[in-house]
């Protein structure tokens, strides 16, 4: 017997699936308990190279250290827009096995002690994270064959304070050109430099180099052609970074490296991030405040400085402060090296 069209009950109603799905949406996230620790040794069109086990940290479900091994990731969704750079320290689920084939998420960005950032130039405000988590900043110039920029290696020497690295000058190419003089020209900063050469023996000052690298993790960066992927080779004996060759016309180097890669010395000594060749260190993202701090001898007389004061201009108190010897006998040498590089940050980088 058939029902008339007004007896139905709602057991009898059809709805359309959404099309976005039917399970209910939740701003809680996922916990992720069984995430194992990673750290980031290389980043490749949104593919993450990442370390897991022993040294990095992690136990299996009996408590043991967890082996290991490298594991291929993505990052997962709920990290939204946040970035990860060689050098993080994240957290991974899914396939951490190790499985070439396999595939991981990364669930967590733990934060970051360091970050060495830059900008395309003086005036973008897009800051670009070059790596984070690193110790030190080793600025490689050659002393000829490419010529050396010195505003330049200031520059990078503003961004390594500014991101809280210790600074290392490594000269290359010292058996074309003297590095004496051009050293000089940083007595006054206290920079800690190694001068590098090919000499009849082979490469000379490479031994001296590694004892700067111990128990750190160091970050490579200078222009392409001066010898920065010849340093890492040697330092990494398996790395075969790719070495170029300098134009004989425009006297600078040729980009071979593409991305950032850490490699880990021999004996798991340390760390070396090698980073691509650069033509420019913008600095668009750096509080002038943060130079004047790593000038401990001349921080002091800024608190007499008007307000707004960019200590390169005749009301600046640290002329007064430097000639009345409260900041030692080299005093005046610093603070034309604070000035320097306070220009740097607003002049060109070439």
């Given at each position: 017997?058939?029902?008339?069209?007004?007896?139905?009950?709602?057991?009898?109603?059809?709805?359309?699936?959404?099309?976005?799905?039917?399970?209910?949406?939740?701003?809680?996230?996922?916990?992720?308990?069984?995430?194992?620790?990673?750290?980031?040794?290389?980043?490749?069109?949104?593919?993450?190279?990442?370390?897991?086990?022993?040294?990095?940290?992690?136990?299996?479900?009996?408590?043991?250290?967890?082996?290991?091994?490298?594991?291929?990731?993505?990052?997962?969704?709920?990290?939204?827009?946040?970035?990860?750079?060689?050098?993080?320290?994240?957290?991974?689920?899914?396939?951490?096995?190790?499985?070439?084939?396999?595939?991981?998420?990364?669930?967590?960005?733990?934060?970051?002690?360091?970050?060495?950032?830059?900008?395309?130039?003086?005036?973008?405000?897009?800051?670009?994270?070059?790596?984070?988590?690193?110790?030190?900043?080793?600025?490689?110039?050659?002393?000829?064959?490419?010529?050396?920029?010195?505003?330049?290696?200031?520059?990078?020497?503003?961004?390594?304070?500014?991101?809280?690295?210790?600074?290392?000058?490594?000269?290359?190419?010292?058996?074309?050109?003297?590095?004496?003089?051009?050293?000089?020209?940083?007595?006054?900063?206290?920079?800690?430099?190694?001068?590098?050469?090919?000499?009849?023996?082979?490469?000379?000052?490479?031994?001296?180099?590694?004892?700067?690298?111990?128990?750190?993790v160091s970050v490579f960066i200078g222009h392409s052609g001066?010898?920065?992927?010849?340093?890492?080779?040697?330092?990494?004996?398996?790395?075969?970074?790719?070495?170029?060759?300098?134009?004989?016309?425009?006297?600078?180097?040729?980009?071979?490296?593409?991305?950032?890669?850490?490699?880990?010395?021999?004996?798991?000594?340390?760390?070396?991030?090698?980073?691509?060749?650069?033509?420019?260190?913008?600095?668009?993202?750096?509080?002038?405040?943060?130079?004047?701090?790593?000038?401990?001898?001349?921080?002091?007389?800024?608190?007499?400085?008007?307000?707004?004061?960019?200590?390169?201009?005749?009301?600046?108190?640290?002329?007064?402060?430097?000639?009345?010897?409260?900041?030692?006998?080299?005093?005046?040498?610093?603070?034309?090296?604070?000035?320097?590089?306070?220009?740097?940050?607003?002049?060109?980088?070439?």
């Open positions: 017997m058939s029902r008339r069209t007004s007896d139905y009950d709602e057991s009898d109603v059809r709805i359309r699936p959404s099309r976005r799905g039917s399970r209910p949406r939740s701003k809680d996230r996922p916990a992720h308990e069984d995430a194992v620790p990673g750290f980031v040794i290389g980043v490749d069109r949104g593919r993450y190279t990442v370390l897991v086990g022993k040294g990095v940290g992690g136990k299996d479900a009996g408590g043991r250290p967890l082996p290991e091994r490298i594991v291929t990731a993505m990052k997962a969704r709920e990290l939204g827009r946040k970035g990860i750079v060689v050098g993080d320290e994240v957290e991974l689920v899914g396939d951490t096995s190790g499985n070439p084939d396999g595939l991981a998420r990364v669930v967590r960005l733990t934060p970051r002690r360091s970050v060495l950032r830059r900008t395309a130039d003086d005036t973008d405000p897009v800051e670009r994270v070059i790596v984070a988590n690193a110790d030190q900043l080793v600025i490689v110039t050659a002393l000829a064959n490419p010529e050396p920029r010195p505003r330049m290696i200031d520059r990078c020497l503003v961004a390594a304070y500014d991101a809280g690295l210790d600074p290392l000058l490594v000269l290359t190419k010292a058996d074309l050109a003297d590095a004496d003089s051009f050293l000089a020209n940083y007595a006054p900063l206290n920079v800690r430099y190694v001068v590098t050469a090919t000499g009849e023996s082979g490469f000379e000052g490479l031994e001296l180099l590694h004892e700067q690298l111990v128990d750190r001066v010898g920065k992927s010849t340093l890492v080779n040697g330092l990494v004996p398996d790395a075969r970074r790719a070495t170029g060759i300098v134009n004989d016309f425009t006297g600078r180097g040729r980009h071979t490296s593409s991305s950032a890669v850490a490699l880990r010395l021999p004996d798991r000594a340390g760390w070396v991030i090698d980073t691509p060749g650069v033509r420019s260190f913008g600095l668009a993202h750096v509080d002038l405040a943060r130079i004047i701090q790593h000038f401990p001898d001349l921080e002091p007389g800024t608190s007499q400085c008007p307000r707004g004061c960019g200590h390169d201009e005749p009301e600046c108190a640290l002329d007064a402060w430097v000639a009345s010897g409260q900041a030692g006998p080299a005093g005046t040498s610093r603070l034309e090296s604070l000035r320097r590089l306070l220009r740097a940050r607003s002049g060109d980088a070439d």
